[in-house]
């Protein structure tokens, strides 16, 4: 289960406090898949980078019961000098791998993410699809109860994006989603539920037709 209790976000400006969010209280059961739709802006990756413990929220508390996964997303979270290799290493560590753990998701995440040689190569010389690639086999390296998903489904080719799916699918038997996406379609079809972001505010909806006719009338203002 996630629980926030009263949280508000907001970063320094001149013109004072911009606030992401404020005073934000609601509940996701641990059961559910959820779908995270909001306008540009309204802070959809900000609420995936606090659940992740990526972000802080500057006032209010963040409860999360089970082990969520960082934010799969289309960029960020390696360090650009060192090799795929070296930053899949690294990850390992964190999680407190033995050898042979490291070894076999190494060996994983070279075959899913198909980097070939360029796995041995820093960073820094990737391009987007290929850092993508890399983040997204390093994910799926690791069981976690609850996966954070913003806009995965765009990393590389068709054939790709299929493998992707296919692998978020063998999952979902263990795990659940969270998930951000411009593409409702797809909400529809992988969520139980949806939180719509509005106003620096959050609905949650545990009927997907009453939370979608909510955002397609926000965002129709």
């Not at 289960?1 to 609601?26: A, D, Q, W």
């Not at 500057?58 to 997303?73: R, Y």
């Not at 407190?96 to 998701?105: A, I, V, W």
């Amino acid at each position: 289960m996630i629980e926030f209790n009263n949280v508000s976000k907001y970063y320094p400006t001149r013109k004072g406090k911009k606030y992401i969010f404020r005073n934000l209280s609601f509940k996701i059961p641990d059961t559910n898949n959820v779908g995270v739709l909001g306008l540009n802006g309204s802070g959809k990756s900000t609420l995936l980078r606090m659940i992740a413990g990526i972000d802080y929220p500057n006032e209010g508390e963040i409860k999360i019961q089970g082990s969520v996964s960082w934010p799969l997303a289309l960029g960020g979270g390696t360090q650009g000098s060192m090799t795929g290799r070296e930053n899949a290493e690294f990850v390992s560590r964190i999680y407190g791998d033995n050898d042979l753990e490291r070894d076999k998701k190494l060996a994983f995440i070279l075959d899913f993410s198909e980097l070939g040689e360029y796995f041995e190569l820093p960073v820094n010389q990737y391009s987007s699809g290929m850092r993508s690639r890399l983040l997204f086999g390093l994910s799926m390296a690791f069981d976690f109860e609850i996966y954070l998903i913003d806009e995965i489904t765009a990393v590389g080719d068709i054939r790709f994006r299929k493998k992707s799916r296919q692998a978020l699918l063998e999952k979902r038997g263990k795990s659940n989603y969270i998930i951000v996406s411009h593409n409702v379609n797809e909400l529809v079809k992988e969520c139980d539920s949806l939180l719509v972001l509005n106003n620096e505010g959050v609905n949650f909806f545990n009927d997907i037709k009453e939370g979608l006719d909510f955002y397609l009338k926000l965002a129709s203002c």
